[in-house]
């Protein structure tokens, strides 16, 4: 069951807002208590506005903060990008356990971007 935190809002938003759909992976989602998070962000935010608004939001997800990658509409970004009303950020969490690193073993990446992050985040695949 997800979070309260982690409902969708359907109160309108002010006019100098934009509403990100944030879609949370792994250990980002177990943080969290759930897999989507609308954010708020006022116009002309950043991507790195967003996911500091999302630490302030879920103190839980700081000590992976320099660690996560960061997906706009499924591009990855390295750069802060400005969002728009209506944008997806993916936040995926290091894929890692512990000192081990996972390494991918089959070549059958899927080439949809949706399908292709899907399959990376899961980690069925991975060990």
Do not use: H
């Not at 934009?18 to 989507?36: T, Y």
């Not at 660690?67 to 997806?88: C, H, M, Q, R």
């Amino acid at each position: 069951m997800e979070s309260e935190d982690c409902k969708q809002s359907g109160a309108p938003l002010d006019e100098d807002k934009v509403r990100v759909k944030v879609l949370l992976f792994a250990r980002a989602r177990e943080l969290v208590g759930g897999s989507e998070v609308d954010l708020d962000v006022k116009e002309g935010a950043t991507t790195a506005d967003c996911v500091a608004e999302l630490t302030n939001r879920f103190e839980a997800l700081g000590v992976m903060r320099d660690s996560i990658v960061v997906a706009l509409n499924f591009d990855y970004v390295t750069e802060p990008v400005k969002v728009k009303d209506g944008d997806e950020l993916a936040i995926i969490p290091p894929i890692s356990d512990q000192d081990r690193s996972c390494w991918l073993l089959s070549k059958s990446v899927p080439s949809e971007p949706i399908e292709k992050l899907k399959f990376l985040v899961a980690g069925q695949y991975a060990y």
